[in-house]
């Protein structure tokens, strides 16, 4: 039998979630909204959680838009390579971290050198003078390569596979596997959760990012696509230059914020249709890999 106290502290609780749930909603619904409703409408300021005037022009000039479907495309080879460096690189470091000093005698040293990078950076320029010097200006491996070890990660992974009984690891060995094989076989189904965290951590960290990619490139059509939408913040979405006559006719049913809420939409919805497959996962993996060891 649950004390009163207790029972008025978890109703208390579940009223907090409930109004901060409402809060992050609130301009999601409020955008999608905006993106349904007509130009007169939303002009008017008429428009807050539900369509006025229902309308689907803004979203026939986005997917009309080769601005848009083009960043939209760099993002997602962004995504596919940026997400797959970080697993794998997370990975080899922090299986080798994971051991105890009398099995890798450099971890301590190995450890701090990591830990260093995550709490001092060179800064800015550094790191534009060393993605020119490198070759990849302009290209999707800029926006890869310099963050192509996310530490936090590495710790996350580390930390869950010291959680594991290291009688299994003296089982594969015994069995004649090799660090290789009982990383694949062993470890890596049994840090599913810690993985998907780290998984998604970097995927949505990808997605989002977009000062480097007004930093690394030199062209627009190369922007990704949260770049993309950043830059429309600062000119016009709705460009009357090179308008063809389809366009035109458009643009008499669609403003710059109707189109705006739109590309917004188009944009978080990969990150809102993958995230639920991923949450199952995100608790366990988050908290049993923040767990110091």
Known sequence: MLSKPYRIFLIGNAFLLILLTLACLFPIVNVLAISFSSKAAVSAGQVSLWPVDFSLKSYSYVFNNENFLTSFVVSIKRVL???????????????PLSKEVQDFRSRTWYAWFFVFTMLFGAGLIPGFLVVKETGIMDSVWALVLPGAIPVFNVLLIMNYMRTLPKALEESSFMDGAGHLRTLWSVYLPLTLPSLATVALFSLVGH??????????????????????????????????????????????????RTARASQ????????????????RYFVKGLVVGSVKG
């Open 264 to 279: 917004i939409f188009v944009s978080a919805l990969p990150i809102l249709l993958i995230y639920p497959f991923f949450q």
């Open 207 to 256: 997605w989002n990012a977009w000062f480097d990619g007004m930093v690394y490139m030199n062209r627009p059509e190369h922007y990704p696509l949260s770049t993309y939408l950043q830059s429309l913040l600062k000119f016009d979405s709705m460009n009357q230059t090179n308008m063809s006559l389809e366009d035109a006719k458009i643009q008499q049913f669609v403003s710059n």
């Open 81 to 95: 390579l940026g997400v797959g460096v970080n697993m794998v690189l997370s990975i080899l470091v922090a299986y």
